[in-house]
């Protein structure tokens, strides 16, 4: 059984740019949450997906978009990006029949903006 | 604000002495708290989970956490640690029934052989 799985692993993009990130949950999983992990950080929640619609949004910006797909898989989109948004991003799954008291987080895809 | 605080930012410890990593919570009702751990490069791995019921909880690779309501505390620990604990520790809490989490700023462990 594949866990949470994220693409690409490593991106760089330049300031100014769009970037789009990759999340296929869990198997049995239906909602998706991204984290962003500045370094030294802990990961802050940027927001969640259930049944294609964002169902809870953290203190981040509107440049920060995100979208998931009939399978369950999702999107994070950040516009005009900023050397800010360098940062380890991280998908978790879970499965909202279980209460999603475990989320699953996939190993994140490292973003730097140069 | 649902959140918690983890007080040291490394833990150092002889291989086969006892770990213990220190989380404390501030939440307002029953408190849902995690410990996930981070190693280099990795992802966060779920290591084990308090929701309600005994107050010393049993997780994966030998770590337990103890709940303890009064001192708002849910340290982790493990017995004898190993060279291959040595990661990064976060402390979890659940902020919402979205299971939306808020996570410490991380202790790094470091297991000297």
Sequence with gaps: DAGVTQSPTHLIKTRGQQVTLRCSPKSGHDTVSWYQQALGQGPQFIFQYYEEEERQRGNFPDRFSGHQFPNYSSELNVNALLLGDSALYLCASGARTAGLYEQYFGPGTRLTVT | ?113
């Design chain 2, 1 to 113: 604000a649902q959140s918690v605080a983890q007080p040291e930012d490394q833990v150092n410890v002889a291989e086969g002495n006892p770990l213990t990593v220190k989380c404390t919570y501030s939440v307002s009702g029953n408190p849902y708290l995690f410990w996930y751990v981070q190693y280099p490069n990795r992802g966060l791995q779920f290591l084990l989970k308090y929701i309600t019921g005994d107050n010393l909880v049993k997780g994966s690779y030998g770590f337990e956490a103890e709940f303890n309501k009064s001192q708002t505390s849910f340290h982790l620990k493990k017995p004898s640690a190993l060279v291959s604990d040595s990661a990064l520790y976060f402390c979890a809490v659940r902020v919402d029934g979205n299971n939306r989490l808020a996570f410490g700023k991380g202790n790094q462990v470091v297991v000297i052989p």
